[in-house]
């Protein structure tokens, strides 16, 4: 996950945009926030643990200053939850500095980091994304020939803004695993994870960055290379479409709103059931919710309150701080109560949210509830990007639907299917990554991934 934000504007105030950049871009990570600047050349970037409105105030924004800006807002999926991976990075080299904000995950860290370090370049944090910038502000050629040298030295997945020299520089790897798109404030140039940023901020929407384009824009405006070959059909994230990205965004020209609804209105179609009333488990559940009530014409209803102040359990960077944010997050109205319930979720991983939900429901006193799941079981690591752990704590890598089912206390459970999820984006199979779902990778992975191991030892 990660958000990422970049804005080349000489006339504006960059960190301002940029704040309100990353406000759309929250639910994208919560751990840190940053931005870097630069004035004519000089960097400087403030970035701290915690939402972006916890981070900046507006005293911190208004010593921000510059043309040109970029931000970031931090998921983890290498590396721990600590100051010194907060983002953007800047990188002091012998060539350049560079501040730098990367969403996805490299799998060839460790092969980077040995020939950084032989080098002679000191690795600072153990997060994957210092690699990238390290590469860059050590090659003494071109800005945008460092970068393409580094962008050819990366596996795995990357859609990233950086800040060197005065210029903004926009980048994505082969595949398309996480979305980067392009607009316009007028002549200004602004860079976004999702469309929904560049909304708020005014811009009107110009493309995506292609998958393997390097993009960068400066005082002669935009200059766009094709420096990797687009891997065939691509590899977009499926989870973008199904939990990642928020409603109003727009992937690769589809709204995802309307995908969640088709989704849940298939998963009727696949799956229905005699219930009362239909209920969404907020949020990222609710499109699906309303495509699965529409289908079957039952009732729909809120069912669960949500808190609002509680940040995504899913996203916690530690397990038990997962458990502890669940009761804190939901709670049933009395509605439920004597109704045969459908309660649709988009995604089960690990189990805990959702057999708390289920005995929350029986114990407001609903006669049944029947789960739903509006994308399949997910059965394997994710190497891009989201940090889903060890195939361990997943309840559906070693457990039948039946078995599943039990284990959550439900009165029934079924999962859409992966032609259903596939048919609901409007996209061939053959763009979109799944490797979660089904075990089958774009790419060459490790045989497992490891988030924290380059974390130091501890006695």
């Known amino acids: 996950m990660c958000g990422v934000f970049g804005v080349y504007a000489p006339e504006r105030d960059v ?14 990570g919560q751990e840190s926030a940053g931005i870097a600047v630069s004035e004519h050349g000089r960097l400087t970037a403030l970035r701290d643990l915690g939402l972006v ?18 931000g970031h807002t931090r998921y983890s999926t290498t590396g721990s939850s600590q100051w010194a991976n907060a983002q953007p990075l800047v990188q002091h080299g012998r060539a350049r500095t560079v501040a730098l904000g990367h969403n996805g995950n490299l799998i060839n860290v460790g092969e980077l980091r040995d020939e950084l370090r032989a080098d002679g370049v000191r690795i600072g944090t153990t997060s994957d994304s210092e690699l990238v910038a390290g590469l860059i502000a050590n090659d003494s050629a071109p800005l945008d020939e460092a970068v393409a040298n580094a962008m050819r030295r990366l596996d795995g997945a990357y859609s ?23 607009g316009r404030i007028q002549d200004d140039l602004v860079f976004a994870s999702e469309t929904c940023a560049l909304d708020l901020v005014g811009a009107e929407l110009v493309r995506e960055v292609a998958p393997g384009e390097l993009v960068v824009a ?37 709204e995802v709103h309307n995908a969640r609804v088709r989704m849940g209105e298939q998963l009727a179609r696949e799956a229905p059931v005699e219930a009362d009333l239909v209920l969404p488990i907020p949020d990222s559940g609710t499109p699906a919710a309303i495509g699965f009530a529409r289908q079957l014409g039952l009732p729909f209803s809120e069912g669960l309150i949500k808190n609002r102040y509680v940040q995504r359990t899913f996203i916690q960077p530690d397990q038990e701080l997962r458990r502890q944010g669940i009761k804190l997050k939901y709670h049933p109205v009395a509605e439920v109560s004597g109704k045969r319930v459908v309660a649709v ?3 089960i991983v690990r189990g805990n949210t959702t057999r708390e939900i289920v005995r929350m429901l029986f114990d407001a006193g609903a006669a049944e509830v029947h789960l739903r799941v509006s994308s399949p079981p997910v059965i394997g690591q994710c190497f891009y990007g989201i940090d889903l752990a060890d195939p361990s704590e997943m309840i559906a890598s070693t457990r039948t639907v039946e078995e599943v ?9 079924a999962y859409l299917s992966h032609d259903g999820l596939v048919d609901a984006t ?3 199979a053959s763009a979109l990554c799944r490797g979660c779902l089904t075990g089958d990778y774009p790419t060459e992975v490790p045989a497992e991934a490891a988030k924290l191991r380059f974390e130091p030892a501890r006695a």
Do not use: N
């Open 405 to 413: 089912r039990e284990h959550l206390g439900a009165t029934s459970l």
């Open 218 to 254: 400066d005082a002669d405006g935009l200059h766009a290379t094709q420096v990797l070959e687009r891997a065939e059909g691509g590899a977009l994230c499926i989870w973008e479409f199904f939990y990642l990205a928020r409603p109003d965004s727009r992937l690769e020209g589809m």
């Open 426 to 428: 409007q996209r061939p």
């Open 160 to 182: 990233i803004v950086a800040l060197s020299e005065g210029r903004l520089v926009a980048f994505r790897d082969e595949h398309g695993f996480r979305p980067l798109v392009i």
């Open 53 to 70: 409105s916890q981070v900046f105030d507006e005293q911190k924004l208004g010593g921000l200053r510059g043309q040109v800006a970029i």
């Open 15 to 28: 960190a301002r945009l940029s704040y309100f950049g990353l406000f759309a871009l929250q639910h994208r």
């Open 345 to 347: 979720d988009d995604s």
